[in-house]
Nanobody, 116 residues
Framework: VQLQASGGGLVQAAGSLRLSCAASGRTFRNYDMAWFRQAPEKEREFVADWSGSRTNYADSVKGRFTISRDNAKNTVYLQMDSLKPEDTAVYHC????????????WGQGTQVTVSS
């Protein structure tokens, strides 16, 4: 599956953004989907995923970010509310067949910058 992320931008602290990740392929509904992020000079970190019928979040974004998907549109979203400067990073979407596989498909990333 090929992925294309969009929706990043510059926002003030406490603001909101919604990221989108469009996927190719007719089997999108069968894939687990996730968001990761990487800040400058930091390791890539997990943000959220939709695996099977369950969603999971990093503690740092729990209660502020929401992952959702629209299988009819082959798209997964990340609604980000109450943004903080420490959320500044390049956000990537990723896909895997199921939990027994690694996150093997990646989008190109979209920059999110939160100003204080």
């Amino acid at each position: 599956v090929q992925l294309q992320a969009s929706g990043g931008g510059l926002v003030q602290a406490a603001g909101s953004l919604r990221l989108s990740c469009a996927a190719s392929g007719r089997t999108f509904r069968n894939y687990d989907m996730a968001w990761f992020r990487q800040a400058p000079e930091k390791e890539r970190e997990f943000v959220a995923d939709w695996s099977g019928s369950r969603t999971n979040y990093a503690d740092s974004v729990k209660g502020r970010f929401t992952i959702s998907r629209d299988n009819a549109k082959n798209t997964v979203y990340l609604q980000m509310d109450s943004l903080k400067p420490e959320d500044t990073a390049v956000y990537h979407c990723a896909a895997r067949r199921n939990r027994f596989y690694t996150w093997g498909s990646w989008g190109q990333g979209t920059q999110v910058t939160v100003s204080s």
